[in-house]
């Protein structure tokens, strides 16, 4: 009997066919390859899933090929990608869903906002989703906020950061060690005089002496 999901698409006297159950499964390796081809390359038409096709993106958006991993690569596709993109609730949806796991997008007139209600099931990157829509925001929407809908779990919300570590020295304090270069410290300096005297025989004036010249 030739593979269930051939049936749906052959009239049902084909099921007992030996001949085409052999040639279904011959064909079935070149098959499943080039599904597995097809699906590859539709992959690569979005930003959000392309991965060697993120090179052609790069032409598109930049004109040369972005360096860094492919994540930061999609991010800057993406931001470049919206920013020419209209102010519409399909865009805002793909900002809302790069950044977490996305329920709705809604609009507050009153005050007016966009509010962006995510799943707690995975981290939102709040940061990357104030960048992006700051980019597109029309002059007449205040801001965006996002909202997490806990169902008794904690809450993760990742965000980039930086921090340097310094090490400096304390005003006042001695270090004995021989290479000072940087340290701050006190020290009392002493100062002593030095001096030399020396006698001068000089004669008197309008004092006269037999010393022959």
């Known amino acids: 009997m030739i593979p269930e999901r051939y049936r749906r698409k052959l009239p049902p006297y084909w099921y007992e066919n030996k001949v085409a159950e052999y040639h279904f499964e011959g064909a079935a390796a070149a098959i499943d390859t080039f599904k597995a081809q097809r699906e590859d ?21 930049f004109g040369i090929k972005q360096s860094g991993s ?16 209209p102010f519409t609730l399909p865009v805002l949806r793909a900002m809302g869903q790069a950044v977490g796991k996305l329920e709705k997008v809604t609009e507050d007139f009153p005050n007016k906002e966009i509010v962006f209600e995510f799943s707690d099931s995975q981290p939102v990157n709040l940061l990357d989703l104030s960048k992006d829509f700051d980019r597109i925001r029309p002059i007449h929407v205040n801001r965006s906020k ?57 004669p008197l004036t309008n004092t006269f002496y037999s010393v022959p010249e």
């Open 41 to 61: 390359v539709q992959t690569q038409m979005s930003p959000l899933s392309a991965t060697w096709g993120l090179d052609i993106w790069d032409w598109i958006y």
């Open 70 to 85: 492919i994540e930061e690569r999609r991010k800057n596709i993406l931001r470049k990608h919206w920013a020419r993109l």
């Open 146 to 202: 996002a909202v997490v809908n806990s169902r008794g779990e904690d809450i993760l919300v990742s965000a980039a950061a930086r921090f340097f570590e310094v090490d400096y020295m304390l005003c006042g304090t001695f270090y004995p060690e021989d290479d000072l270069e940087g340290r701050i410290f006190r020290e009392a300096v002493a100062v002593a005089e030095s001096a030399r005297t020396h006698t001068v025989d000089y």
